[in-house]
């Protein structure tokens, strides 16, 4: 690891104006930044804690049944907050399906949308990639791409977005509130960028912004009672997703109001699924009904390499995250968060 | 910025004067505060041995800068048992021999530890496993871990109630 | 050992015996408290640190290292490249013997593998040493890399394994396949795998003029103190290394590494005392790895499901520059009966470390490939698997002809599937569902491991106090030999265990051999067991000469060793303790030496296995392939427990192993580069606490008077071999497809397009 100048902000602004330089980074829960710094990938020259700044480790309820999330909150504090996990299920579900209790304990709910991808060429620095090294080429082209990109991908850029979280947040209209010069508060699906020829460029984030919240509107805790989060994982628990799935309805009389998909692990961003939303908008939630959803949503996918199968991946699990969210939001997350292992009816396994 | 920081580790309240902004936790506890209980296994959070309990949570210490973590109340697993008398997860360890080699032992029981002051696995082996996941034991003491966990639990939340009455 | 003391009384219950006892570890009082200390836990005043910097191409030179650039990091002392590196006393290219492997420890600028170590950093901090190597920024004359099991044309390699025939066959396999009324002619692949225990290779030296003082991790201290004296041009009394605790060793910690010995270097150079320990990337390289194999499995079958032949040919890797082939299709020597079998080897140099002894060597890759394509038999032959095997059941060693020592496997198979319930299987596949409807299916294999003793000594001491101490350089890499062998030395003197003390994991202490080939405590334990009976002997001899003495003129008759008395054995009334024999005798203490080796004469006699049955059950989503094992049970029968606590953890840790195998860990070779792509424990996946929900381990009675006079086989790595295959054959049983390249993911179970 590089040395740095470590700055501790106890403002907002100061936190901003110490981030303002080339090379600063801010650090949240570190669980990213550090594992990065120590292999080499980023080096920043500052470091700007933002870990003491006061009042951002907050989940408030807004008078309009919104929640924001300040962007300290960990990932277990968020996950286990009991309300939060009856309006937002799904959400909760995801974070509860990343990483493990110790990085969840430690990660920081904006961290977490800065979570840089996991492609193994982008982690060795000795491969190009154009995300470490704007320009040098991509290495992943030719190399193991069993787990690249199916959505969304370039030429200069095959990787995927690792967040669990971000899936629902993408699929339920969260926004993202950001401090800086110009503060404003977009929606998360605008947040991160798709490679194109710029894939450094990560989110829409300028020098020296800073996450401050989370917003879930209220209309997001109307899919409460039908809102699941999927992953499928190589090993049971502690792992990335292959591909994930968060699907949440609504539905009234038998029939689908509104639907909401979005999938994880396909793309550089998490992926909402528009086209097989509106597909679903008026139909009975049916097998028929979610398989052209399945088919809609991995309408646009071509293979980055040897990853075909996650295309009939994706579309697999987002039938079944729908099927999950049509039979009903467990009373209490799963004991296996999001896995097809959760044993929905309960299925008990040996002590 | 002063490189100096005030934590209290194993109960006792220290000022550490680091020479260096890099210093993890867990490199300040191994290699300067010897307190080399608590093991690197990985260094990069994808392994549990450096699991120790900050404000009473479970963290991977390789991933916590020590200059981010002023003030912090440390437990390590050379603080966890009350003199000769062990934590009853650490009882429990032996007596299910829930560890082999030993290594990755300090900071399963560590990460133990900071379930069951969780609460959010109960008795229900299976969320054991999941909450234990975090902490790679690559002898497989998997099985004797959960029933560990498990039996540590009951005692202590039996402890605990017996202490209320 | 001013830091390690093993005196805590374990609570245990005695019967007169230790040796049986389901003790629990007696070093577990330090190990639940973190106050074991492990190798890279010292640090002696003084002490600097050291970091590698590695290797980025697999085939080259390194032409530059920016050494400027890292010695102007602050805190930085010393940075070690082949340009300033000592040179050593031997080339150590040099191997004088199979256990001797080439190391590559800054002697020259040649590149042969990624992640070889090309230069030491060495800093007063970890931090400056981890960023100075990181500064060095090295540049290399690439050459292309040849990675794979078709880097290159193959060769047959002179032996494999330790020592092996790479060709062996009995009867005429072609024969036996052309009259087969059924065959199966399958490839199976498996793939690279790396150790990665949880600790990471790490050394603290330090030197005093010629005498050199190691902290590191072995599962070999007496070969590792000679290796280092040779290197460093030593005497081999001069060095001395402790190892009380490994933090596993899988076989990694079997040799002493390159990085060890630049460890070693680093601390002679800088005239302090050094840490080096490996960061877990760095593992992947100069450590050893399993190598990987293609194996094409011939079997032919009569009508009626008689095996008539075993053809078993395996290709595998070893590096450019050394050799060790992983022995795989050994195994098909042993296990099912045929009158004919052949096994044979072809071989692939690649720009790789060299490969190495990885638990289970040979047997855990070639026993997943054999009970796939018996599984595959048996279903073509439209047989449930298990009656298939016994059917098929060896009598004898069938590549041998030689009767089994012991063998109850048949007690295996029974038990463990009375307590699966495998008599409720149905024989088709992808018959099963749970509630949730996943697909479940259950398969068997059959585990067997060969008894296999090194060579070893001890030494035992029974002093005045009518205490004893019993000494032997043993390791403790997570077996328990802390525990299992002081058990065994309590009874060699007919001692209780909290009369004796026990000393191990020291180069000082007598050879105790190496921790490997699941040998260590039949080895070490007879050594032991060897002590006492000496020690013993001669105490006896002092009492039965003494008029004194209650014993005086039993020599015909001889005595009886117990709770530290000797009774004579024709009257046991008559009796005394060892106490009042020495103190009459006015010696201080008595010694003992001991040896264990195996019996040439049993090895002659007899075919010598452990043998087990385990049964697995999987579930299998149906459509995005995901496989959990969710339920396995093991019945082994490895001749005598010393310790039915520790064995159990034994037998789960192989099973762990095998779902490992069988479902997880392989290392991402870019063809490229060379370099590994998942060298780290994120993506290098082995097994988490949830990936192994349900494990039981019947311990199957089994008395061997043959293997060696104590009758212990050996536990450590049978678990592995059975399990990887059982969790293949459930795979196929749940979704009806045979996957043949290991491990079996998610995208080759997936049902295809609907």
Same mark, same amino acid.
């Given at each position: 690891?590089?040395?740095?100048?470590?700055?501790?902000?106890?403002?907002?602004?100061?936190? $901003?104006?110490?981030?303002?330089?080339?090379?600063?980074?801010?650090?949240?829960?570190?669980?990213?930044?550090?594992?990065?710094?120590?292999?080499?990938?980023?080096?920043?020259?500052?470091?700007?804690?933002?870990?003491?700044?006061?009042?951002?480790?907050?989940?408030?309820?807004?008078?309009?049944?919104?929640?924001?999330?300040?962007?300290?909150?960990?990932?277990?504090?968020?996950?286990?907050?009991?309300?939060?996990?009856?309006?937002?299920?799904? $959400?909760?579900?995801?974070?509860?399906?990343?990483?493990?209790?110790?990085?969840?304990?430690?990660?920081?709910?904006?961290?977490? *949308?800065?979570?840089?991808?996991?492609?193994?060429?982008?982690?060795?620095?000795?491969?190009?990639?154009?995300?470490?090294?704007?320009?040098?080429? =991509?290495?992943?082209?030719?190399?193991?791409?069993?787990?690249?990109?199916?959505?969304?991908?370039?030429?200069? =850029?095959?990787?995927?977005?690792?967040?669990?979280? =971000?899936?629902?947040?993408?699929?339920?209209?969260?926004?993202?509130?950001?401090?800086?010069?110009?503060?404003?508060?977009?929606? *998360?699906?605008?947040?991160?960028?798709?490679?194109?020829?710029?894939?450094?460029?990560?989110?829409?984030?300028?020098?020296?912004?800073?996450?401050?919240?989370?917003?879930?509107?209220?209309?997001?805790?109307?899919?409460?009672?039908?809102?699941?989060?999927?992953?499928?994982?190589?090993?049971?628990?502690?792992?990335?997703? $292959?591909?994930?799935?968060?699907?949440?309805?609504?539905?009234?009389?038998?029939?689908?109001?509104?639907?909401?998909?979005?999938?994880?692990?396909?793309?550089?961003?998490?992926?909402?699924?528009?086209?097989?939303?509106?597909? *679903?908008?008026?139909?009975?939630?049916?097998?028929?009904?979610?398989?052209?959803?399945?088919?809609?949503?991995?309408?646009?996918?071509?293979?980055?390499?040897?990853?075909?199968?996650?295309?009939?991946?994706?579309?697999?699990? $987002?039938?079944?995250?729908?099927?999950?969210?049509?039979?009903?939001?467990?009373?209490?997350?799963?004991?296996?968060?999001?896995?097809?292992?959760?044993?929905?009816?309960?299925? *008990?396994?040996?002590? | 910025?002063?490189?100096?920081?005030?934590?209290?580790?194993?109960?006792?309240?220290?000022?550490?004067?680091?020479?260096?902004?890099?210093?993890?936790?867990?490199?300040?506890?191994?290699?300067?505060?010897?307190?080399?209980?608590?093991?690197?296994?990985?260094?990069?959070?994808?392994?549990?041995?450096?699991?120790?309990?900050?404000?009473?949570?479970?963290?991977?210490?390789?991933?916590?800068?020590?200059?981010?973590?002023?003030?912090?109340?440390?437990?390590?697993?050379?603080?966890?048992?009350?003199?000769?008398?062990?934590?009853?997860?650490?009882?429990?360890?032996?007596?299910?021999?829930?560890?082999?080699?030993?290594?990755?032992?300090?900071?399963?029981?560590?990460?133990?530890?900071?379930?069951?002051?969780?609460?959010?696995?109960?008795?229900?082996?299976?969320?054991?496993?999941?909450?234990?996941?975090?902490?790679?034991?690559?002898?497989?003491?998997?099985?004797?871990?959960?029933?560990?966990?498990?039996?540590?639990?009951?005692?202590?939340?039996?402890?605990?109630?017996?202490?209320?009455? | 050992?001013?830091?390690?003391?093993?005196?805590?009384?374990?609570?245990?219950?005695?019967?007169?015996?230790?040796?049986?006892?389901?003790?629990?570890?007696?070093?577990?009082?330090?190990?639940?408290?973190?106050?074991?200390?492990?190798?890279?836990?010292?640090?002696?005043?003084?002490?600097?640190?050291?970091?590698?910097?590695?290797?980025?191409?697999?085939?080259?030179?390194?032409?530059?290292?920016?050494?400027?650039?890292?010695?102007?990091?602050?805190?930085?002392?010393?940075?070690?490249?082949?340009?300033?590196?000592?040179?050593?006393?031997?080339?150590?290219? @040099?191997?004088?013997?199979?256990?001797?492997?080439?190391?590559?420890?800054?002697? !020259?600028?040649?590149?042969?593998?990624? !992640?070889?170590?090309?230069?030491?950093?060495?800093?007063?901090? +970890?931090?400056?040493?981890?960023?100075?190597?990181?500064?060095?920024?090295?540049?290399?004359?690439?050459?292309?890399?040849?990675?794979?099991?078709?880097?290159? @044309?193959?060769?047959?390699?002179?032996?494999?394994?330790?020592?092996?025939?790479?060709?062996?066959?009995?009867?005429?396999?072609?024969?036996?396949?052309?009259?087969?009324?059924?065959?199966?002619?399958?490839?199976?692949?498996? /793939?690279?795998?790396? #150790?990665?225990?949880?600790?990471?290779?790490?050394?603290?030296?330090?030197? %005093?003029?010629?005498?050199?003082?190691?902290?590191?991790?072995?599962?070999?201290?007496?070969?590792?103190?000679?290796?280092?004296?040779?290197?460093?041009?030593?005497?081999?009394?001069?060095?001395?290394?402790?190892? /009380?605790?490994?933090?596993?060793?899988?076989?990694?910690?079997?040799?002493?590494?390159?990085?060890?010995?630049?460890?070693?270097?680093?601390?002679?150079?800088?005239?302090?005392?050094?840490?080096?320990?490996?960061?877990?990337?760095?593992?992947?390289?100069?450590?050893?790895?399993?190598?990987?194999?293609?194996?094409?499995?011939?079997?032919?079958? %009569?009508?009626?499901?008689?095996?008539?032949?075993?053809?078993?040919?395996?290709?595998?890797?070893?590096?450019?520059?050394?050799?060790?082939?992983?022995?795989?299709?050994?195994?098909?020597?042993?296990?099912?009966?045929?009158?004919?079998?052949?096994?044979?080897?072809?071989?692939?140099?690649?720009?790789?470390?060299?490969?190495?002894?990885?638990?289970?060597?040979?047997?855990?890759?070639?026993?997943?490939?054999?009970?796939?394509?018996?599984?595959?038999?048996?279903?073509?032959?439209?047989?449930?698997?298990?009656?298939?095997?016994?059917?098929?059941?060896?009598?004898?060693?069938?590549?041998?002809?030689?009767?089994?020592?012991?063998?109850?496997?048949?007690?295996?198979?029974?038990?463990?599937?009375?307590?699966?319930?495998?008599?409720?299987?149905?024989?088709?596949?992808?018959?099963?569902?749970?509630?949730?409807?996943?697909?479940?299916?259950?398969?068997?294999?059959?585990?067997?491991?060969?008894?296999?003793?090194?060579?070893?000594?001890?030494?035992?001491?029974?002093?005045?106090?009518?205490?004893?101490?019993?000494?032997?350089?043993?390791?403790?890499?997570?077996?328990? @030999?802390?525990?299992?062998?002081?058990?065994?030395?309590?009874?060699?003197?007919?001692?209780?265990?909290? #009369?004796?003390?026990?000393?191990?994991?020291?180069?000082?202490?007598?050879?105790?051999?190496?921790?490997?080939?699941?040998?260590?405590?039949?080895?070490?334990?007879?050594?032991?067991?060897?002590?006492?009976?000496?020690?013993?002997?001669?105490?006896?001899?002092?009492?039965?000469?003494?008029?004194?003495?209650?014993?005086?003129?039993?020599?015909?008759?001889?005595?009886?060793?117990?709770?530290?008395?000797?009774?004579?054995?024709?009257?046991?009334?008559?009796?005394?303790?060892?106490?009042? +024999?020495?103190?009459?005798?006015?010696?201080?203490?008595?010694?003992?030496?001991?040896?264990?080796?195996?019996?040439?004469?049993?090895?002659?006699?007899?075919?010598? #296995?452990?043998?087990?049955?385990?049964?697995?059950?999987?579930?299998?989503?149906?459509?995005?392939?995901?496989?959990?094992?969710?339920?396995?049970?093991?019945?082994?029968?490895?001749?005598?427990?010393? !310790?039915?606590?520790?064995?159990?953890?034994?037998?789960?840790?192989?099973? +762990?192993?095998?779902?490992?195998?069988?479902?997880?860990?392989?290392?991402?070779?870019?063809?490229?580069?060379?370099?590994?792509?998942?060298?780290?424990?994120?993506?290098?996946?082995?097994?988490?606490?949830?990936?192994?929900?349900?494990?039981?381990?019947?311990?199957?009675?089994?008395?061997?008077?043959?293997?060696?006079?104590?009758?212990?086989?050996?536990?450590?790595?049978?678990?592995?071999?059975?399990?990887?295959?059982?969790?293949?054959?459930?795979?196929?049983?749940?979704?009806?497809?045979?996957?043949?390249?290991?491990?079996?993911?998610?995208?080759?179970?997936?049902?295809?397009?609907?």
């Amino acid at each position: 690891m590089n040395s740095f100048e470590y700055v501790r902000a106890t403002t907002i602004p100061e936190a $901003v104006n110490a981030a303002s330089a080339q090379g600063a980074m801010y650090l949240g829960g570190g669980t990213n930044l550090l594992d990065l710094m120590k292999g080499g990938i980023t080096r920043p020259t500052r470091i700007v804690d933002i870990t003491h700044l006061p009042g951002l480790d907050r989940i408030e309820w807004l008078p309009d049944g919104g929640v924001r999330i300040g962007a300290l909150v960990r990932n277990a504090d968020l996950a286990h907050d009991a309300k939060f996990a009856r309006q937002f299920p799904a $959400v909760a579900e995801a974070l509860l399906a990343g990483a493990s209790a110790q990085l969840r304990n430690a990660a920081t709910v904006g961290g977490n *949308l800065l979570q840089r991808t996991r492609c193994p060429y982008f982690y060795d620095v000795a491969s190009a990639c154009n995300k470490r090294d704007p320009g040098a080429g =991509c290495d992943a082209h030719g190399g193991d791409t069993r787990l690249h990109a199916v959505l969304g991908w370039s030429q200069s =850029c095959i990787a995927t977005n690792p967040s669990d979280f =971000c899936v629902p947040l993408a699929a339920l209209d969260a926004m993202v509130e950001i401090e800086g010069s110009a503060p404003r508060t977009i929606p *998360l699906e605008e947040f991160h960028c798709l490679p194109g020829d710029t894939p450094d460029r990560e989110s829409v984030l300028k020098l020296g912004e800073l996450i401050v919240a989370i917003h879930l509107p209220s209309a997001a805790s109307r899919f409460a009672a039908h809102a699941r989060y999927l992953k499928i994982r190589e090993r049971t628990s502690y792992a990335f997703a $292959v591909v994930s799935a968060a699907a949440a309805l609504r539905i009234e009389s038998g029939t689908i109001t509104e639907a909401r998909i979005a999938l994880g692990g396909v793309a550089a961003k998490p992926w909402r699924a528009r086209a097989a939303e509106k597909t *679903l908008a008026g139909a009975r939630p049916d097998g028929a009904a979610f398989r052209a959803a399945g088919e809609a949503a991995l309408a646009d996918a071509q293979p980055s390499g040897e990853n075909g199968f996650k295309i009939e991946l994706a579309r697999r699990i $987002v039938i079944r995250a729908l099927k999950l969210a049509a039979a009903g939001t467990p009373e209490r997350i799963p004991a296996l968060p999001a896995s097809p292992f959760a044993a929905a009816a309960g299925v *008990l396994l040996h002590a | 910025m002063s490189n100096s920081i005030s934590l209290t580790v194993n109960g006792v309240a220290r000022k550490i004067a680091l020479d260096d902004p890099r210093i993890t936790l867990l490199d300040l506890l191994r290699e300067r505060l010897d307190l080399p209980g608590t093991k690197k296994g990985c260094d990069r959070g994808q392994c549990g041995a450096c699991t120790i309990l900050v404000d009473g949570k479970r963290i991977n210490s390789c991933l916590a800068l020590a200059l981010s973590y002023d003030g912090a109340d440390i437990l390590t697993i050379e603080g966890l048992a009350d003199g000769d008398n062990l934590h009853p997860v650490q009882a429990a360890f032996i007596a299910h021999d829930a560890l082999q080699c030993g290594f990755c032992t300090p900071g399963q029981i560590m990460s133990a530890v900071g379930l069951i002051m969780e609460g959010q696995a109960g008795d229900d082996a299976e969320r054991v496993r999941e909450a234990m996941s975090g902490n790679i034991c690559r002898c497989g003491a998997y099985a004797g871990i959960t029933e560990a966990v498990l039996e540590a639990q009951t005692e202590i939340v039996a402890r605990d109630r017996r202490q209320a009455a | 050992m001013p830091d390690i003391s093993l005196t805590h009384a374990a609570t245990h219950t005695r019967h007169g015996s230790s040796i049986g006892q389901p003790l629990t570890r007696r070093d577990g009082m330090l190990k639940v408290t973190g106050r074991a200390r492990y190798a890279a836990d010292h640090h002696p005043p003084g002490m600097l640190y050291a970091a590698l910097a590695v290797s980025t191409i697999a085939r080259g030179r390194v032409t530059f290292l920016d050494v400027a650039a890292a010695k102007a990091h602050p805190g930085v002392v010393e940075v070690i490249t082949h340009a300033n590196a000592p040179k050593l006393a031997q080339d150590p290219d @040099a191997k004088l013997h199979p256990f001797m492997f080439r190391l590559d420890v800054l002697q !020259n600028d040649r590149v042969r593998y990624a !992640n070889q170590s090309i230069a030491v950093v060495v800093a007063e901090t +970890i931090e400056a040493a981890t960023e100075g190597a990181a500064l060095l920024a090295p540049r290399y004359d690439v050459e292309p890399a040849r990675i794979g099991l078709d880097a290159d @044309a193959s060769f047959v390699p002179n032996s494999v394994g330790p020592d092996f025939e790479a060709e062996a066959h009995r009867g005429d396999v072609e024969q036996g396949l052309s009259t087969a009324a059924r065959r199966i002619d399958a490839v199976y692949e498996t /793939p690279p795998q790396y #150790h990665n225990a949880m600790e990471p290779h790490a050394i603290v030296a330090s030197w %005093d003029g010629d005498r050199l003082t190691i902290d590191t991790p072995s599962q070999g201290l007496a070969m590792a103190r000679v290796r280092v004296a040779g290197l460093f041009g030593l005497k081999p009394e001069n060095v001395h290394i402790n190892s /009380p605790f490994l933090g596993g060793g899988f076989g990694s910690k079997g040799v002493i590494s390159g990085p060890q010995v630049l460890g070693i270097m680093a601390a002679r150079l800088v005239g302090r005392p050094v840490k080096l320990v490996l960061r877990r990337e760095q593992m992947f390289g100069p450590v050893g790895h399993r190598g990987a194999t293609r194996q094409r499995l011939r079997l032919g079958a %009569d009508i009626n499901g008689a095996l008539t032949a075993i053809d078993h040919h395996t290709r595998t890797t070893s590096s450019t520059f050394d050799d060790f082939f992983e022995p795989a299709s050994e195994v098909s020597h042993t296990l099912y009966a045929s009158p004919a079998i052949a096994t044979s080897y072809e071989a692939v140099r690649q720009d790789t470390g060299t490969p190495l002894f990885m638990r289970a060597p040979g047997e855990a890759s070639g026993s997943i490939a054999l009970e796939s394509a018996i599984d595959e038999m048996a279903h073509a032959c439209g047989m449930d698997p298990l009656a298939f095997r016994l059917h098929n059941y060896a009598e004898a060693e069938p590549i041998s002809g030689k009767p089994f020592s012991s063998k109850a496997l048949r007690e295996c198979y029974a038990q463990g599937g009375e307590r699966f319930g495998w008599a409720r299987r149905p024989l088709a596949p992808r018959q099963m569902h749970d509630e949730a409807g996943l697909l479940v299916g259950w398969g068997v294999g059959t585990a067997t491991f060969p008894a296999i003793m090194m060579q070893g000594e001890a030494r035992a001491v029974i002093r005045r106090d009518g205490t004893g101490i019993v000494e032997t350089g043993a390791h403790d890499m997570g077996q328990g @030999a802390w525990t299992s062998l002081a058990q065994i030395a309590a009874d060699s003197l007919g001692l209780d265990l909290d #009369h004796i003390e026990f000393r191990a994991g020291r180069s000082d202490l007598p050879d105790a051999g190496i921790a490997g080939g699941s040998s260590h405590t039949a080895t070490a334990g007879m050594a032991i067991h060897g002590a006492g009976a000496d020690a013993i002997a001669k105490l006896a001899d002092i009492a039965m000469a003494d008029r004194r003495s209650p014993l005086f003129g039993a020599s015909n008759q001889g005595v009886i060793a117990r709770d530290g008395r000797l009774f004579r054995r024709d009257d046991e009334a008559r009796s005394e303790t060892y106490a009042e +024999i020495l103190g009459r005798a006015g010696l201080a203490e008595i010694e003992g030496r001991g040896k264990g080796a195996a019996d040439p004469a049993a090895q002659s006699q007899f075919a010598l #296995h452990a043998h087990g049955a385990v049964f697995a059950e999987v579930k299998v989503d149906p459509e995005f392939g995901q496989i959990r094992a969710t339920r396995l049970v093991g019945a082994f029968a490895a001749g005598r427990v010393i !310790n039915p606590r520790l064995v159990r953890s034994q037998y789960f840790g192989g099973m +762990i192993w095998g779902v490992s195998f069988a479902l997880h860990e392989h290392a991402v070779m870019d063809k490229r580069s060379g370099r590994i792509m998942n060298a780290n424990l994120g993506e290098y996946h082995v097994p988490v606490n949830a990936d192994v929900p349900s494990l039981e381990a019947i311990l199957v009675e089994e008395h061997d008077p043959h293997v060696n006079a104590l009758g212990i086989k050996g536990v450590g790595e049978i678990g592995i071999t059975g399990t990887a295959g059982a969790i293949a054959n459930a795979v196929w049983h749940a979704t009806g497809v045979r996957v043949r390249q290991f491990p079996i993911t998610l995208d080759r179970v997936m049902a295809p397009t609907a």
